[in-house]
């Protein structure tokens, strides 16, 4: 069975940073684009950021540029996103997502490229 599950939320304030983690099993990990996407109560399930598996090539959406960090290590089979200088828009349910292989290589930010999906870490940032 695969699995994906994220720890490391929490209640912060602006300006704090946190640092999520996302231990996968049941899956072939090395070979496959992990990505983070992010949930805010009343709205659509955005991307985040995702590393590519063969050069660690790294892709963010515009709000998250300079401030967040994706990264990977393959032999604990976990995906990092550490995020610095947090501000209250940053608050939202978390998840971390593997990319489905057969997916369009060149395309990222959107949830149905992904088909396995942890459950999501509530990360709250307080003004």
């Known amino acids: 069975q695969v699995q994906l599950v994220e720890s490391g939320g929490g209640l912060v304030q602006a300006g704090g940073s946190l640092r999520l983690s996302c231990v996968a099993s049941?899956?072939?990990?090395?070979?496959?684009?992990l990505g983070w996407f992010r949930q805010a109560p009343g709205k659509e399930r955005e991307f985040v950021a995702a590393?590519?598996?063969?050069?660690?090539?790294?892709i963010y959406t515009d709000s998250v540029k300079g401030r967040f960090t994706i990264s990977r290590d393959n032999a604990k089979n976990t995906v990092y996103l550490q995020m610095y200088r947090l501000k209250p828009e940053d608050t939202a349910v978390y998840y971390c997502?593997?990319?489905?292989?057969?997916?369009?290589?060149?395309?990222?930010?959107?949830?149905?490229?992904?088909?396995?999906w942890g459950q999501g870490t509530q990360v709250t940032v307080s003004s």
């Open positions: 590393i590519r598996w063969n050069v660690g090539s790294t």
């Open positions: 997502a593997a990319k489905d292989p057969q997916a369009n290589r060149d395309s990222y930010y959107y949830p149905n490229l992904y088909d396995y």
């Open positions: 049941g899956l072939t990990f090395s070979r496959r684009t």
